[in-house]
């Protein structure tokens, strides 16, 4: 094992100064945003002020954490039998690496290894993360589907076992016509921080589905960065479930930049403990016709903290616009937290938007109706909670997706006991009576 | 089978029941009539066991224990179901899921062995098709999109499935057609035997033609103003509560 290193963004620059000469792709793009990320720091990691898109999270823990990895050349059979089974190319990275001896690539597949694009959607001289990412990413999946090709599901899966951070860089190219399914998997043992970056290109007529799976270490810092472009009829449909981890964010930046585009950028977050999680998105819609569709589900649990950004973003010439976001929160312990800020920017004059977010308790009356029916308390109470989920499952329209998602929060609530969950949920009653 | 003594009571501190007496024995149906408003749906809440309305005073027993110390899920391990008036939606939870893991409570507070899934959606297709009820009814999520006709026919599917001593139906005629009336009349009618015993609430003697009472009673202002035969629900159909209901003050 290693020695633990903590890692303030002074560290990080070190190590890019460092690593500077071994790196691949073009310096000048490295370095400004080393350049950038001088400037910014991480959101909250200093004395310094946050801006505004970083209100309710502070990334302070991560410099006041030791980050340590675990020994070298780990047998990673543990966490690749966390990987879900399914019939599908599967690519794999281990601590940040693809490695091609686990993987069976769909075609049009490249690693950023191979080929060290930046890509032209990423903002490293506005978002901290992705400037941090650009500095010290060497590699990531890079996956190209040609006009009109149906590329079925590749599973994407990012194994910790061995690395402090993983910045990887990943780019989806769906050409005009194309279809994808990705089904995007986070997991990993020990404290790291796992900093993704991903561009997704989704061309005229083209379909992507882009479903997220998070259910990294309970020690771990995931800050996932994805920039989407949706031309025109094409379609982003995104869907993530955030398991696990200490403190992650999830930050989309969409553009709707064809007329009658569409962008779904749903998901769900079960947090108990200390567990931070933060769904932060900005959707801009430039053309005529768009759809975007954002509704969120938080289970919190003990002193967890949910936190929900969004933001709709509409043009003046976005006439016709259809936009709606939604934060529903469930929350089952009177010490856990939800953040929400939705916002609108519209600059149309004929467009239809609307936002709303609920916070509450379990439903009395649904649970007296299960509790007369024979269902104990705490049984009815679990029941209630995984229904509150399983809605927002229910956005998740492949069915083997759909199954595996479902498996995985059952794991999750395994892991946690629903006994423990109920109990908090006690003690709120117990508060409110 | 249930006896009611000296009930009363009251939802945020506003008495609705105020001294019920009320026998029914073991085999029996009766009937609880009443105009709007006189406490039947309380009564059925409150044998249920729900938490936001609170006695104040009498007793109630059923089958010899003492009913108001048990929590709702007691209850209905004990025998007690209440058909609501106005059933439950539960969206993301599966109706099937919902009827098994009842089921299987029940079972296991008396000690015997649970149903699996298969055994289980067995036993409730049969049920759904004795009450002409269409087998999606199981998959889809409990009440969610179901007409009103099809909520009260789910509310007796599940009281065939769960099999109680004692059913309490809040006016599961109203919102149904003839023929779904005679459903649900003769699901009740199935479990008639001298184990079983109901209370209907209802408004109307259409329901009474088909689930004939052994007695009637009428509630008014939180009492029980007028007991009698079946005739009374008859009677009543034709002159009205007029004369029963005290006046108001």
């Known amino acids: ?433 | 089978m249930l006896q009611i003594r000296g009930l009363a009571a009251s939802i945020n501190e506003k008495p609705i029941l105020r001294g019920i007496d009320l026998t029914v024995p073991a085999g029996e149906v009766h009937a609880i009539m009443g105009p709007n408003g006189s406490g039947k749906s309380t009564l059925g809440y409150v044998l249920s066991g729900r938490e936001d309305y609170v006695v104040t005073a009498g007793t109630v027993t059923f089958n010899g224990v003492d009913l108001l110390g048990m929590k709702p899920e007691e209850r209905a391990a004990a025998g007690v179901f209440l058909a609501f008036q106005a059933p439950i939606e539960l969206p993301g939870v599966n109706n099937a899921n919902f009827l098994r893991t009842a089921l299987n409570a029940i079972r296991r507070s008396h000690g015997e062995s649970e149903l699996d899934a298969v055994q289980f959606l067995k036993l409730a297709r049969a049920e759904a098709k004795r009450l002409a009820m269409p087998d999606d009814m199981l998959r889809r999520n409990v009440n969610v999109g179901f007409s009103g006709g099809e909520k009260k026919r789910n509310e007796v599917l599940q009281m065939a499935i769960l099999r109680p001593k004692l059913a309490i139906l809040d006016e599961t005629d109203s919102g149904l057609d003839i023929d779904a009336l005679k459903i649900v009349a003769d699901g009740v009618n199935a479990l008639r035997g001298p184990d079983f015993s109901a209370l209907v609430i209802t408004h109307h003697q259409r329901l009474l033609d088909h689930l004939v009472p052994n007695r009637v009673h009428v509630l008014a202002q939180g009492r029980i103003v007028r007991s009698g035969g079946p005739d009374l629900a008859r009677d009543l159909e034709k002159s009205g509560y007029a004369g029963l209901v005290p006046e108001a003050a």
């Open chain 1, 1 to 433: 094992m290693n020695a633990p290193v903590s890692l303030g963004a002074a560290g990080f620059l070190a190590r890019y100064d460092a690593a500077r000469h071994l790196l691949s792709g073009d310096p000048s793009v490295r370095d400004a945003a080393a350049e950038a990320f001088r400037r910014s720091g991480l959101p909250g990691g200093t004395s310094a002020r946050r801006p505004e898109a970083w209100k309710y999270t502070s990334l302070r823990p991560i410099a006041e954490t030791a980050l340590q990895s675990l020994a070298d050349d780990r047998d990673v059979s543990a966490l690749l039998a966390r990987v879900p089974a399914l019939d599908s190319p599967l690519v794999v990275f281990v601590d940040g690496r693809f490695r091609a001896d686990l993987s069976n690539p769909p075609a049009g597949f490249s690693t950023f290894a191979k080929q060290p694009e930046f890509g032209d959607l990423a903002r490293p001289d506005r978002d901290p993360m992705t400037a941090l990412n650009t500095m010290l990413a060497e590699d990531g999946a890079r996956l190209r589907i040609a006009a009109g090709g149906d590329a079925g599901v590749v599973r994407l899966v990012s194994l910790a076992t061995g690395a402090e951070t993983l910045h990887p860089r990943h780019v989806l190219h769906l050409e005009p016509g194309a279809r994808l399914t990705v089904l995007d998997v986070s997991i990993g043992d020990g404290t790291y921080l796992h900093n993704p970056v991903t561009e997704a290109h989704v061309g005229a007529d083209a379909h992507l589905i882009h479903v997220r799976l998070q259910d990294e270490s309970a020690d771990a810092f995931h800050l996932a960065t994805l920039y989407v472009d949706v031309a025109a009829a094409g379609t982003y449909d995104g869907f993530t479930l955030n398991l696990g981890g200490r403190l992650t964010r999830a930050e989309f930046h969409v553009g709707l930049t064809g007329a009658a585009a569409v962008a779904h950028l749903n998901g769900a977050q079960l947090l108990t403990g200390t567990q931070h999680a933060d769904f932060t998105s900005v959707v801009r819609h430039a053309e005529p016709h768009g759809t975007s569709r954002q509704t969120v589900r938080n289970v919190l649990a003990g002193r967890s903290r949910g936190v929900f950004q969004g933001r709709i973003e509409v043009a003046r010439g976005a006439q016709k616009t259809d936009g709606y976001q939604m934060n529903q929160a469930l929350l089952l312990s009177p010490d856990a937290e939800i953040d929400s800020k939705p916002e609108l920017e519209i600059f149309a004059d004929d467009v239809k938007c609307s936002h709303g977010a609920t916070v509450g308790e379990l439903d009395a009356e649904q649970l007296f109706y299960l509790r007369s029916r024979g269902i104990p308390d705490q049984e009815a109470r679990a029941l209630l909670v995984r229904a509150f989920l399983q809605e927002g499952l229910d956005d998740v329209t492949d069915a083997r997706i759909h199954a595996i998602m479902e498996a995985s929060v059952q794991g999750w609530w395994d892991r946690q006991s629903a006994q423990a969950i109920t109990e908090r949920a006690n003690a709120t009653k117990a508060v409110g009576a």
